[in-house]
């Protein structure tokens, strides 16, 4: 994700914030509810994007509306920021290195705003690349380099784009707006809060989008092939692991709103564990919600154990509450939910993603990627995709001749190394790898030029070596992680609901439709909004907490 996500939609972004009411909470008369001295209880499940910003907005919004509430965030793992995390190169916290998600651009107005009022320091993306190549972007087909850009982040007005693809930066640039402008309408009122995302989907006429592969809404759009081949596809592989022919037209063309890519200085997590802060949720660390009962006295019990003790009815634990929401896909929750649910979501194929991150003395190898010429320097980013005559590949896992799906560095650090006896720094590069399967050692060693040799034991035939065998003077450290990051991206036009029973709503659902931070927080924030609305509503009906009675502005 280094090279994706559009300050050149910033006009479009201005001209809509002035557009946009003051709030829509703003609006709402502060209300009294007949039970204003007891509090709203609210559990959250997932302190990531989507649960720390429902816990952020929630809290603004009752607060607002003068309603008190108890919130609390249960979270299995020992951090806050779920897929949003860093880990510290050699376990040092001076190097916090991302290791899943690494950029959020300028039109992400949630996280933008967010990390403005908690803050955060906020950088250009690639700040600590070393630019010591004279190309920073490299597009590999497995064979060669099909095109090489100097600066990673502004490349709409570049000539040589447009010598090789005509006008098909353009076109794509236009839609790309286009596709922005309609997916911000999402935001605002009257379609925020939106009950159904199917409808509002509908609603903002991006279903056409959604329905259709990339390469086939690229081709209706006028795009040439050339162009989505080897420039959309790269950014599509970077970013979702996926070629053309599976990704939807609509997170295709998210790909391409590039421009403004910032992180969080130190890590993004901070934004979501910011939120969380400022929430004043209660935050459970290290405690798995194994399930969830829904009463017939209007409240709904969790009970949860110790993450590391999951199977031990001594450890676990029973809550009531008035709400809860799911903010993480259900699938991998392991929560059983009785009774169940009135819409249950469908389980869908996730990508498979290996995220090696480690650091060497050694350069990208120019030779691997035939370059020859004893300065020649390889570009520090090298994207992926498939070669010409091997399109369009329908396979979600086919990554084609290449082999990986990209390859970045990220930054330099100072060693100390052993020459002749005495102690002298060494300047080491810090990459990241992603890719379908663990590398080997034999093509980690072949891609950066490090000495090694699989086949000294004869006995114990190395077939499953990976980057651990490399010598340490070679390898100086290494971290190897396997995510499920986001869906296999396939067409569709209808989402999860949010409400999947009375007082249960469930924010993972826009992961079909765009799969990022921002979105998951702006289900987050959605969730947040009609939970209050339906409060709002029942308190004047005189009801206490009753979903099931709300009817959403949106509802067709
Ligand atoms: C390698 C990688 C790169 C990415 N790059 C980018 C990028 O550059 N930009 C971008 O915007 N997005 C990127 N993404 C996608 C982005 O990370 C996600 O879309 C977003 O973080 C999802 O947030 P979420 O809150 O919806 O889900 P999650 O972050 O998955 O949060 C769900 C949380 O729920 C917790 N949980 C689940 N079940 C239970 C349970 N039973 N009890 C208690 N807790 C539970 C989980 O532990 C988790 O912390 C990337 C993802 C990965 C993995
Ligand atoms: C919130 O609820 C918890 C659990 O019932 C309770 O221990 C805590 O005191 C409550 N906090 C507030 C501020 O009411
Ligand atoms: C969670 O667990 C980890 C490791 O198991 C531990 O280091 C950490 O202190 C725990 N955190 C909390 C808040 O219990
Ligand atoms: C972000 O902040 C700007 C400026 O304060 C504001 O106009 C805009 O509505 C905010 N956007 C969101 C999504 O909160
Ligand atoms: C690799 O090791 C084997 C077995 O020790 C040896 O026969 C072979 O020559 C070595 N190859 C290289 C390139 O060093
Ligand atoms: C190689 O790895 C695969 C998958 O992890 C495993 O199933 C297999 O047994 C391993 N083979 C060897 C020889 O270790
Ligand atoms: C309150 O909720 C109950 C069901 O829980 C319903 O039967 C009743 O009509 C509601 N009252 C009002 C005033 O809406």
Not at 133 to 160: C, H, M, P
């Amino acid at each position: 994700m280094y090279f994706t996500r559009c300050s050149s939609c910033l006009w479009l972004l201005n001209a809509l914030i002035t557009l946009i009411p003051s709030s829509y909470a703003a609006q709402q008369q502060p209300l009294h509810l007949a039970t204003n001295d007891v509090s709203k209880r609210v559990a959250i499940i997932g302190a990531g994007a989507g649960g720390s910003f429902a816990a952020y907005e929630l809290r603004k919004l009752a607060d607002e509306a003068g309603i008190p509430l108890n919130m609390t965030i249960y979270e299995r793992a020992s951090y806050i920021g779920g897929r949003s995390t860093t880990v510290d190169a050699f376990d040092d916290p001076a190097y916090p290195i991302e290791l899943g998600a690494s950029i959020f651009v300028q039109v992400n107005e949630i996280l933008v705003n967010a990390s403005r009022d908690l803050g955060l320091g906020v950088r250009s993306a690639d700040h600590a690349r070393p630019k010591e190549a004279e190309e920073s972007i490299g597009i590999w087909d497995g064979t060669q380099f099909v095109f090489t850009l100097k600066n990673s982040y502004s490349w709409w007005n570049i000539g040589r784009l447009f010598w090789r693809y005509g006008l098909a930066p353009l076109y794509t640039q236009n839609l790309m707006k286009n596709i922005v402008g309609r997916f911000l309408r999402l935001y605002e009122e009257p379609i925020f809060p939106f009950q159904s995302l199917s409808e509002a989907a509908a609603e903002v006429d991006l279903l056409d989008a959604t329905s259709t592969p990339g390469n086939q809404f690229l081709d209706t759009n006028g795009i040439g092939q050339l162009f989505a081949r080897e420039i959309i596809q790269a950014s599509t592989r970077v970013n979702y692991g996926q070629n053309l022919a599976v990704i939807h037209g609509l997170e295709s063309m998210v790909c391409m709103a590039t421009d403004g890519a910032v992180s969080i200085d130190g890590g993004n997590w901070q934004i979501f564990d910011g939120a969380a802060k400022a929430s004043k949720a209660g935050v459970r660390l290290n405690t798995t919600v194994t399930a969830i009962e829904r009463k017939d006295d209007g409240t709904v019990r969790i009970i949860s154990h110790p993450t590391g003790d999951l199977d031990s009815v001594q450890s676990s634990e029973e809550a009531e509450y008035d709400e809860v929401i799911i903010a993480g896909p259900l699938q991998y929750s392991g929560i059983s939910i009785s009774p169940p649910l009135d819409h249950i979501p469908d389980e869908i194929p996730y990508i498979k993603l290996h995220v090696t991150l480690f650091s060497t003395p050694h350069r990208i190898s120019p030779a691997y990627f035939g370059l020859d010429g004893k300065n020649a320097r390889t570009p520090e980013a090298i994207l992926t995709t498939h070669p010409e005559g091997d399109w369009p590949s329908d396979d979600p896992s086919g990554v084609g001749p290449a082999g990986f799906w990209s390859i970045s560095t990220l930054r330099t650090v100072t060693r100390t190394a052993m020459k002749d006896g005495e102690e002298v720094p060494e300047q080491h590069y810090v990459y990241k790898i992603f890719s379908p399967e663990r590398p080997s050692a034999k093509m980690i060693a072949q891609v950066f030029d490090i000495e090694y040799n699989d086949t000294s034991s004869v006995v114990i035939p190395r077939t499953n070596t990976s980057i651990g065998d490399l010598p340490k003077s070679e390898i100086s450290w290494f971290h190897e992680k396997v995510w499920n990051p986001y869906p296999v991206l396939y067409p569709r036009v209808t989402f999860e609901e949010t409400l999947l029973a009375p007082r249960v709503w469930y924010t993972s659902g826009i992961e079909s439709f765009i799969s990022t931070m921002e979105t998951s927080a702006l289900m987050g924030r959605n969730v947040a909004a009609l939970m209050l609305q339906s409060w709002q509503q029942n308190s004047k009906q005189g009801n206490r907490s009753n979903a099931a009675s709300f009817k959403p502005r949106t509802e067709l």
